[in-house]
């Protein structure tokens, strides 16, 4: 399997994370997302993943997967254990709600891709943009505060869906500097994930490519 990564980018993050608590191993392919353009722009890469985004998953046999959501349900689905979503229905859609506040919400709004538009074809600061990820970050984490649990992650004693899309939203909140006192649940969360190994393992900084 290969899997094509940037260390900073958090949907490749989530995807990593879920790889190592499924104990799945990879090769990373490192796919830079800035420099000389994005190599996700080259031709060469459309030809892997037609939307030129990361990450995308390639199984032995050759096929291409892209989209986490996707690979995700893909690696629960082949390796059902250990479980990313709870058993009954209603908690799974509850899960499934937090993860597509951040993953459907929130991050789309500060992709590189839709920043870089903002700063080019809209003529905005940085501190405009600063503005703009402080705002949408804060307005799903106030959601997803509300809806996870008063202790140990966010839906139980074990680390699951929600969890992997949380800690790289948190990483990427960090990054853009927002603040997020106002948020105690989420800070709790993200200070048990830091503390697993599947998601040290997964964490931008112990990445081949870190910067
Ligand atoms: N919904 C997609 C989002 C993928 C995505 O936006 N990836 C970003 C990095 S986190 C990317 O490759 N951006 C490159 C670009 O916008 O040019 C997923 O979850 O896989």
Same mark, same amino acid.
């Given at each position: ?39 996700? =722009? ?5 030809? !892997? =993943? ?39 229905? @209603? ?6 709600? @937090?993860?597509?506040? !951040? ?7 500060? =992709? ?31 959601? @997803? ?43 709790? @969360? ?22």
């Amino acid at each position: 399997m290969k899997l094509y990564t940037y260390w900073r980018s958090t949907s490749s993050y989530r995807l990593r994370i879920a790889l190592a608590l499924k104990g799945i191993e990879a090769q990373h392919v490192f796919v830079h997302l800035v420099r000389d353009g994005g190599e996700q =722009n080259t031709d060469a890469y459309r030809r !892997i =993943n037609p939307q030129s985004r990361v990450p995308a998953l390639e199984l032995d046999d050759g096929t291409v997967l892209i989209q986490s959501p996707a690979i995700i349900e893909y690696l629960e689905e082949r390796k059902p254990s250990p479980a990313l979503l709870p058993r009954d229905p @209603v908690a799974r859609a509850k899960v499934r709600s @937090v993860a597509a506040i !951040i993953g459907c919400d929130i991050h789309p709004l500060h =992709n590189v891709g839709a920043l870089n538009y903002l700063r080019g074809a809209f003529d905005r600061t940085e501190g405009d943009i600063a503005g703009w990820v402080g705002h949408w970050v804060t307005a799903g984490f106030a959601a @997803v505060e509300a809806m996870i649990a008063d202790e140990g992650y966010c839906f139980g004693t074990e680390p699951g869906l929600a969890d992997v899309y949380l800690a790289p939203q948190v990483y990427a909140a960090r990054r853009f500097g927002v603040l997020l006192h106002a948020f105690p649940r989420i800070h709790r @969360v993200a200070e048990l994930c830091a503390a697993h190994p599947a998601f040290e393992q997964a964490s931008p900084s112990n990445q081949k490519d870190a910067e």
